[in-house]
């Protein structure tokens, strides 16, 4: 190899060796950096999980009470009468508070002659409505917003079935069936 560079200038074999040691520096300080990068976004996000779990375990240990009522209890409180526009109604209403507006195929089947889904007996009085509510919907987590609505709302709604089917794009197909009641006094 040659020791003089064109111009007489004497060529060094040692700057090339300088310039992959510090590329090595580089590298290596570039790749414990990142690690304290990550470990640093690491024990954030453990301390915003701590402060989460905190604020959920507050909630449930004040948790409101629930009241339990018997049907005899309950009577008094039943509509005399099957209004379907009614609760037609309230389910849109629970339903667009729920950010579900924009599912497909949204479609409610009623059957006003349906049977008891209780096992327990009932005055004759007692009517059974029952209700297959069925839809798609992109996030099927908001099925949970939509049964908490559903409960907040000043008719009586039994839940007795959910069923959410996962589809290859991403959206989720739900089918429930529910059951409300009204006290037909005057048979």
Not at 28 to 46: E, H, M, N, P, T
Request: glycine content about 4%.
């Amino acid at each position: 190899m040659r020791k003089y560079d064109v111009f007489g200038k004497k060529i060094s074999q040692a700057k090339f060796l300088y310039i992959i040691f510090f590329v090595f520096l580089v590298v290596i300080g570039g790749y414990f950096g990142v690690i304290r990068l990550q470990q640093s976004r690491l024990d954030a996000l453990k301390d915003e999980e701590r402060s989460i779990q905190r604020q959920i375990n507050l909630l449930l240990q004040s948790g409101q009470t629930v009241n339990y009522y018997t049907i005899d209890e309950l009577i008094p409180y039943l509509p005399s009468s099957f209004d379907q526009q009614s609760i037609a109604n309230t389910l849109e209403y629970v339903r667009n508070i729920s950010g579900l507006a924009n599912s497909i195929d949204y479609h409610i089947t009623y059957n006003p002659l349906a049977t008891s889904p209780f096992t327990d007996p009932l005055p004759a009085s007692i009517k059974f409505v029952s209700l297959t509510i069925s839809m798609q919907i992109e996030e099927p987590l908001l099925i949970l917003d939509y049964i908490e609505n559903l409960y907040a709302e000043d008719l009586i709604f039994y839940i007795r079935q959910v069923n959410v089917a996962y589809t290859i794009d991403g959206t989720a197909l739900i089918q429930m069936q529910v059951f409300t009641f009204y006290n037909d006094v005057n048979p």
